[in-house]
């Protein structure tokens, strides 16, 4: 005979889910014949624990009534050990299903919807997850809701952790900044860090450590690594915006899109704003290059060559930049294999060195358009393209752009490059790589006289 717990709860076995700060067991009502419960006790004895069970109880009562929060139906928080009591959820955990579900891209999007919208009627109260992975998804009861709320902070609550949670989470899902001191300063944009990695894992299967292309859909990975960018400015920051791109991009994937169309008539009204306003919405252009990512490539590279000068200021202002790393890679595909003049490539670096040189531009972004002005001019042999690609060159100042400067001048190592004067150039490490291509030139002839057999 099972024993029966808090004179309430007939003990019918360990649930096979426990673990944590609790544990976890299968009960029934006493003297019922009702449901499979599951009751969480906490285990540990430390204060520390208790107090953060006893917040978990709490926030969950917050929710009470909800369908995407893992509702209470009884607690007691008085009893030695503190316990409460919800629903036993027959499918599991959302990790369990992960294999059928990589196999129905309907059903992918069905699921990453809802795992926002239940994380959304948290940031709604402002209460981050702060423990994000498939394994806090319950399936059953013909829903899915999102539990262990062990981890949640409340914006401005005076509620904090210590000792041994200055930071927690699980490794490979938990931001960078949780292992810096941003663990009590967790905020939505630290959730949808999470949130990208548990995709990756439900879509792929591999460890989310690193994210890897291979096997996700070319519509999605962006969306994944934009979620997952280190810098927590370079994502999104909302889910409403997350969730506004994955739509875009299941619309491609399962052939709801409409074409460039609505690409196109996005560039028409962003020109049109620009023409008679000199204004811009950074809503506007965000969607708009969105858009442009889904498109094919033949499509991405026409829109491109058809984009007026005045996109580029716009691109380049600090409201546009979380969209901005993405524009450059597509701006990149069309550099290389678009068909286009030798004049255009000569706009194309224009276009690139106003990128290059705005204030609001990262480094890695600087450095990238270099790069995509340094093959249009090199493409089409266009000399005025290679003095624009030269004047960026000398111009890099700083230390962290003069190395990535640096490294894209070693691997194009082209006859301007070379022919470059030191000189001029402001970053030591910039200097330095021009140097080492004029003696990799000069040291050539020679080389190829001592090789001569006679």
Known sequence: MQPVFDGKFQVVGPCSNAGGMGTLLFVTPVGTAGPTLVLKLCKLADEEMRARFRREVRLMQQFAGSSYVVPITDAN????????VMPHYEHGDLMGK???????????ETVFNRMIDCLAHLHEKQVYHRDVKPQNFLLGNGTMVVSDLGLCTEHASPTGFTRSTQWAGT???MPPEFLNGGFKDANATSDIFMLGKSFYVLLCGRDPMYLVA?????QLFPILERCCAVNSASRYQSLASLKQSLQSAFDVLLGRAVGPGKAYALMRAIADRLRLSQQYSPAEVAQFVEELGHLEPSDQHQMCLELPPEAFSVLSQALVRPHLSRFIQIYKGMAE??????????DIAKNMKVLFDSDSTT???KAEALRVAIIAAVRQNRFAAMDTCKAMIVLAEDAELGQR???????HDTHFIRHIDPAECRAPAVRAAVVSLKAAEDARPAAEDDDFPF
Do not use: K, Q
């Not at 579900?101 to 992918?108: D, K």
């Not at 400067?405 to 070693?410: G, K, P, Q, R, T």
């Open 77 to 84: 928080l008085d009893h030695d050990p503190p316990y409460f």
């Open 98 to 108: 992960a294999e059928r579900l990589r196999g129905n891209l309907e059903h992918v």
């Open 171 to 173: 490794p490979g899902y």
């Open 214 to 218: 291979e096997g996700i859909p070319p």
């Open 337 to 346: 294999n678009a068909t286009y003049s030798w004049s255009f490539a000569e």
């Open 363 to 365: 480094s890695v972004d």
């Open 405 to 411: 400067v640096h490294d894209i001048l070693i691997e």
